[in-house]
C-alpha cells in the first residue's frame, strides 16, 4: 500500500512521528524547550520529503513547494498537537 500523504490517515502517520522523533530529540540531546518547533518543522520537512521521494518512484509526489508546504503543516500540527493534549492533562 502506497502513503498518500495528502489523505488524513497519512498526515496522522507523519504527524505522530514528528512528534515521537521531536520528543527524542529533546530527550537525547537536551534540546530547551524555546527551540521545540524548530525541530518539529525540520523534522516535518524532512519526513515529507522522504515519503514524497518513495512516492514520486510510484508515479505520485509533490513539487518541491508542496514538501515545503506540508512539512511545514506536518511540523506545526505536531507541535499544536502536543502542546494541546499536554496542557490538557496538566492538574492546574
Do not use: W, Y
Request: glycine share 18%; no cysteine; aromatic share 8%.
Amino acid at each position: 500500500m502506497i502513503l498518500d500523504i495528502i489523505s488524513l490517515e497519512g498526515m496522522g502517520i507523519l504527524v505522530a512521528l514528528t512528534i515521537g522523533l521531536t520528543e527524542a530529540i529533546k530527550r537525547g540531546f537536551g534540546v530547551k524547550a524555546r527551540f521545540i518547533p524548530l525541530v518539529a518543522l525540520g523534522i516535518g520537512i524532512i519526513l515529507t520529503f522522504l515519503v514524497n521521494l518513495g512516492l514520486t518512484e510510484f508515479g505520485g509526489g509533490l513539487s518541491f513547494a508542496g514538501v515545503i508546504v506540508l512539512g511545514i503543516a506536518t511540523g506545526l500540527e505536531s507541535v499544536g498537537l502536543f502542546s494541546g493534549v499536554k496542557n490538557f492533562f496538566q492538574k492546574r
